[in-house]
């Protein structure tokens, strides 16, 4: 199959008709630039999106997305990729990037929970740091499970109005 890729690559440079699966399996052989390039320039509006809607900034989104496609170069050297979209449509990419958004807000976090009421600060603690279920969160506080969903969501809300402020 390589030897087809390469004959088409060397005799017919539009790299636009290739598969994703040839121009991983070319650039792989080649390490030409123009191949991961033209997968790039396929994927990058989609990966933008993305982090678009976890980090609501277009330069943080900007940011992201060179660097998931750097990872995603060095992850091509050690890894057998051939499906390009699946590996651009899996959680674990954003996820990465995801986590370590999340650990520079952290002490942020940690100042905003303070500002909760009393309520609304033991069933967010519970249910996502101690990783509790919504029943449990309910018999450890003695709350209704109603009560535990209405102070969880106005809690999360009023972390995402602080942190807005901040």
Do not use: W
């Not at 199959?1 to 052989?29: P, T």
């Not at 954003?94 to 303070?114: D, R, S, T, V």
């Not at 500002?115 to 449990?136: T, V």
């Not at 018999?139 to 999360?156: C, E, F």
């Amino acid at each position: 199959m390589f030897l087809k890729i390469k004959r088409k690559y060397r005799s017919n440079y539009n790299i636009k008709s290739f598969s994703d699966e040839e121009l991983l399996i070319a650039y792989k052989k080649s390490n030409d630039n123009k191949l991961f390039g033209e997968l790039f320039e396929r994927y990058t509006h989609l990966v933008f999106g993305v982090c678009m809607k976890y980090l609501k900034n277009e330069d943080n989104s900007k940011d992201a997305v060179m660097q998931i496609f750097e990872k995603l170069i060095e992850d091509l050297k050690t890894q057998d990729i051939l499906n390009f979209k699946s590996v651009m449509e899996s959680a674990d990419v954003m996820h990465q990037y995801e986590k370590e958004g999340l650990n520079e807000k952290i002490p942020e976090l940690n100042k905003a929970i303070k500002f909760l009421n009393e309520e609304q600060r033991n069933c967010i603690e519970l249910l996502y740091l101690q990783n509790k279920s919504y029943k449990e969160v309910s018999q450890i506080t003695g709350y209704s499970m109603k009560k535990v969903k209405s102070y969880i969501q106005n809690g999360k809300r009023n972390l995402k109005n602080y942190l807005e402020k901040v």
